[in-house]
């Protein structure tokens, strides 16, 4: 199986890795100046409670232009970079070149496929995907400076979740399985990861606006604000699918519930989660700005409130990267 993965960054390389470990023949799509780094192979980390393992991956192919990538006859492109590199200008050259491969999409905007497909995809399998494992370039600050390369800490159940509407799913998710990344398939994946990521990014938003702070998060006025913009996402997105909000999303979208879940955060062993959310998602900030606006138009859609996601978008400062 020839799999074309979109970006190296630490997501495409922890997927690429474990594609690699199944069987798969994998390529990166990367800008050229990335190109000699991947010709060195990849070094990854994986993070344990109390463990910590070193690996290299050197089989591995590179393309840096659509002329390389029409060279191969693909069965698989996975888009891997953040919802917001799939609106540049690159997308319309390269979709052409990637013929009729079935296309794996990992980007969190609920409206990420739509627009694939208005913009040469309207032709191709797409498979929805949803990452639920964290990933970051090593070393942070807190970590040892000889640790370099990509870091993963995978969570108990499955590192990822697909579509299971597309038959493509199972033998996608069985593949990673095979290469050490846990992975399965789900029927109502799209409403289920349009909820989660509903639940997530405003509350990401407002960790923004405490300066990725978890303690002064947690007593922080954007708490307050992130919750019920949240709330309003996730109604949105629940209507848009026609489904019910989840009993544990009620359970937890409240100030003591999520005040006892910021201090619990820092004691998980092995991971710094504060420095993490920090790396990540300030790389990612106009994602984040990108999806609550999504957020704001699906809810006035529907008819319904927007006001707190509103809000937080307009107290959000101008994106860094």
Not at 99 to 120: F, K, M, N, S, W
Not at 203 to 221: F, N, Q, V
Not at 236 to 265: D, G, K, Q, S, V
């Amino acid at each position: 199986m020839r799999i074309l993965v979109v970006g190296a960054g630490a997501t495409g390389t922890v997927f690429g890795a474990a594609l690699v470990k199944g069987g798969a023949s994998v390529t990166f799509y990367v800008r050229e100046h990335h190109r000699a780094r991947l010709g060195k192979g990849i070094r990854l980390y994986h993070q344990g409670f109390f463990t910590l393992r070193e690996e290299r991956i050197t089989d591995i192919g590179v393309a840096t232009t659509p002329a390389e990538v029409a060279e191969t006859d693909w069965d698989q492109v996975w888009f891997t970079t953040p919802s917001d590199a799939l609106r540049e200008p690159w997308l319309d050259e390269f979709l052409p070149a990637t013929g009729h491969a079935t296309l794996v999409v990992l980007q969190p905007d609920p409206e990420d496929i739509q627009y694939l497909r208005e913009h040469g995809a309207r032709n191709h399998s797409i498979v929805q995907g949803l990452i639920q494992f964290s990933a970051w370039q090593s070393p942070m600050p807190h970590e040892p400076v000889d640790q370099d390369g990509i870091t993963s800490l995978l969570p108990p159940g499955p590192s990822a979740l697909f579509d299971s509407e597309n038959s493509a799913s199972e033998e996608i998710a069985a593949t990673l399985t095979r290469g050490g990344l846990k992975s399965n398939t789900r029927a109502d994946l799209p409403a289920h990861a349009a909820r989660m990521s509903a639940l997530m990014i405003p509350l990401i938003a407002g960790l923004e606006l405490a300066d990725w702070k978890l303690e002064r998060y947690s007593d922080h006025e954007a708490l307050r604000l992130a919750i019920a913009a949240a709330h309003e996402a996730i109604s949105a997105e629940c209507a848009r699918f026609n489904t019910a909000e989840p009993i544990a999303f009620r359970l937890l979208l409240n100030r003591p519930a999520t005040w006892t879940l910021l201090r619990l955060m820092p004691w998980v062993p092995g991971f710094n989660a504060e420095a993490f959310l920090a790396y990540h998602f300030q790389k990612v900030d106009r994602q984040t700005r990108q999806m609550l606006d999504t957020y704001s138009r699906h809810a006035a859609q529907k008819g319904l409130p927007h006001t707190a996601l509103d809000q937080l978008r307009g107290t959000l400062p101008p994106p860094r990267h």
